[in-house]
């Protein structure tokens, strides 16, 4: 272990790496600025433009290996997509999940559902987005889930609910957690979980029912009702029983993925800040001479930077293989609490302005306060380092 950790002492990037995917997504970006997402905010519509544009220059399948399609680059490289994505005022949120769900599938689904699976995935022509695990009445504790599914044969017949599924509409793929053995017939909590990857053409209308939920944020959320769904037994991923230790391999990902995408709305905010507190004047100068504008901005900067070289290293431990959940953890709470501050920041220095739509910050303050809550929320993870990192007692 401390020669795999003195390995990588030398390797966490620094400075604008992968400049040519920065530059590219930069480039992207510039085609869909402020109006579009105002305009599918309003609708609570789906960006089906930008996803298109983003599947067709390959950015949405870098992580999945070249065998299969894509283009087989570590983590780093999705992390630069997303973070760049944010940076610039766009919103990777209704396409992220596949960078992260593929992974399942990826490290525990055998060579014949790879082959089925992912050269669709990595073409665009198949859209794996959706992650069906939370439950209305189990909430962050994922093993008491009660979604149940039974085998009859070569199927499982699947019965229950999920709540707050994004992009449910919008993907013909969904990564389902269910329980496929009674949570009294198992020994540990943990156990008798299992993942099944539904295939959304076939389910709905079939046991399959979607419905949307109209929430602060576009995030194109659902809940999904499960009545004698009949998923086939090959397409579970990985062994019967095994799921949660499957679902929780990907947490580090997801984390570091939501961590990346916290870093780029930091970094819009404190730009949008610092350029507006240098025009508005007021009291004859700029806003931004006055300390009380100028220190939460800095504050927010330092933050920003601080947690980026966090999110640095989480990802450099993951490409190397080493255990990272605890890093993973922390660079999500620290990166989205900079990304909070930012957008805090960044309202108060637009004054009455912040409000208006046309400006884009209260729609981005939306969106990175859902961070505190999604997809963890933050006093879990204070939670997990207390417990795990610091050895105090467990508190559930
Ligand atoms: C926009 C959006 C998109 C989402 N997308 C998805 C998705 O695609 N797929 C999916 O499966 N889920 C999704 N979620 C669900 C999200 O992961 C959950 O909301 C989150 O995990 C928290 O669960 P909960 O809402 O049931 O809160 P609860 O578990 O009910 O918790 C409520 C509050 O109590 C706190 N709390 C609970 N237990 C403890 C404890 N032991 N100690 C301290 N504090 C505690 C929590 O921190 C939280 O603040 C999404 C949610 C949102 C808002």
């Not at 707050?164 to 509409?169: K, P």
């Not at 037994?233 to 939501?258: H, P, Q, S, T």
Request: glycine share 8%.
């Amino acid at each position: 272990m401390s020669a795999a950790l003195d390995s990588i002492t030398h390797a966490v990037p620094l400075g604008e790496d992968y400049p040519e995917i920065r530059e590219s997504i930069r480039r992207i970006c510039t085609d869909f600025p402020g109006e579009y997402w105002r305009e599918l905010d309003a609708r609570g519509a789906y960006p089906e433009a930008f996803v298109k544009a983003l599947t067709d220059a390959g950015y949405l399948s870098v992580l999945i290996p070249e065998a299969y399609g894509g283009s087989g680059l570590p983590l780093r490289a999705a992390s630069v997509i997303l973070e760049e994505i944010h940076a610039a005022g766009c919103s990777a949120g209704a396409c992220h999940a596949q960078m992260y769900t593929m992974g399942t599938l990826l490290r525990h689904g055998s060579e014949e559902q790879k082959q089925r699976f992912l050269p669709g995935i990595a073409s665009g022509e198949l859209r794996l987005q959706a992650f069906g695990i939370t439950e209305p009445t189990t909430g962050s504790d994922t093993t008491q889930i009660k979604t149940r599914a039974e085998r009859v044969g070569d199927h499982y017949v699947v019965n229950g609910q999920k709540v707050w599924t994004s992009r449910a509409f919008y993907s013909d793929l969904m990564m389902l957690l269910v329980r496929t053995t009674p949570a009294d017939q198992v020994q540990r909590k943990t156990e008798g979980l299992s993942v099944l990857l539904v295939d959304m053409r076939e389910a709905r209308g079939n046991g399959l029912d979607i419905r949307p939920i109209k929430a602060m944020v576009n995030h194109n959320t659902t809940e999904i009702f499960i009545d004698n769904l009949k998923v086939p037994v090959a397409n579970r991923i990985g062994d019967e029983g095994k799921g949660f230790r499957y679902i929780l391999d990907g947490m580090n990902a997801e984390r570091i993925i939501a961590a990346s995408e916290a870093i780029g709305d930091a970094r819009w905010f404190v730009r949008k800040a610092t350029e507006y507190a240098s025009e508005r004047v007021v009291f004859g100068r700029p806003i931004g001479k006055n300390q009380g504008v100028q220190f939460p901005i800095a504050r927010a900067h330092i933050e920003t930077v601080a947690a980026e070289m966090m999110v640095r290293k989480a990802t450099t431990m993951f490409a190397a293989g080493l255990p990272c959940g605890e890093d993973a953890n922390m660079a999500k709470l620290l990166a989205t609490e900079a990304a909070w501050h930012a957008a805090e920041a960044c309202l108060q220095t637009h004054g009455g302005f912040g409000f208006a739509a046309e400006y884009d910050v209260e729609r981005k303050w939306r969106e990175v306060r859902v961070m505190q809550v999604a997809p963890v929320s933050t006093n879990l993870i204070l939670a997990n380092i207390a417990e795990h990192t610091l050895g105090l007692p467990r508190s559930y």
